[in-house]
């Protein structure tokens, strides 16, 4: 059942019942990358899959990633009703949760933050600066090449064909300002400092062949926060819940009791 959210701003699926549990997509994939653990999630949990702001039927915002999560913090605050919620985000969706929880702390009572971090080297600052200029000149069709090995290994892409024409179908369909935009505010960002101010269990998670997010970032991410578990999710890549949605839902089985 799809639902709006944040004054009709976010549209988000909603199903299953219990504590709420929202689930952020990535930037270069749509809510449907969590589509093989919501079937298992949903029993126990409110499982709430929103379109992040640009993306589906959810409005754009503007102001970057601070803006992004302000609009997010509203869409939970509304589902969740002052329930304890629990906030998954992978790759995009999870610097989304990581800035929403740092300016609103009392958001969620965990956080699960995969295939992410706090800040990019220089040459993954890089690598967003350049897709947002190659779009800007030639549109998205001239980096979904670029896109897909950030999110899937070359031997995962050759073995799962159907699999990959969905998954460029979606980014195909992301809105072009809104992309450049969010390769903008990652090329830019940078949460270490802040990361102290984080209080909540954090559950850190990272694909072991991660290119767009490499594990280093993880590493970094975690010892930055006070109350965090990393955990490494062996021969995945970028999206660990599509390419082995069972080693992704065992990875969370404890954090998430």
Sequence with gaps: MDRLLANGTVNAAQSGEGSPLFLFHSLLSDRAS????VPELE???RTIVPE???FGRSHAVE?????????????????AAGAPTIVLGNGYG??????????HPEIASKLILADCGAAFSEPGREAFRNMARVSREKGLEAITDVAMRRLFAPEFQEQHPELMRGRREAFLRTDPNVFRAACDALASLDLRPELAGVKVPVLVLVGE????TPPPM???LAAGLSRAELKIIPGCAHVPQLQSPGQFLEA???FLL
Excluded: C, N, W
């Design 218 to 220: 993880s590493h970094e």
């Design 209 to 212: 062949y991660d290119e767009a």
């Design 94 to 103: 999870g610097f989304v949760a990581l800035q929403m929880v740092i300016r």
């Design 252 to 254: 969370m089985k404890g």
């Design 43 to 45: 029993k126990s949990f």
């Design 63 to 79: 102001g970057g990633l601070v803006a992004v999560a302000d609009r997010m913090a509203e869409a939970v605050k509304d589902a």
């Design 34 to 37: 969590f589509d093989a653990i």
């Design 52 to 54: 992040l702001p640009g």
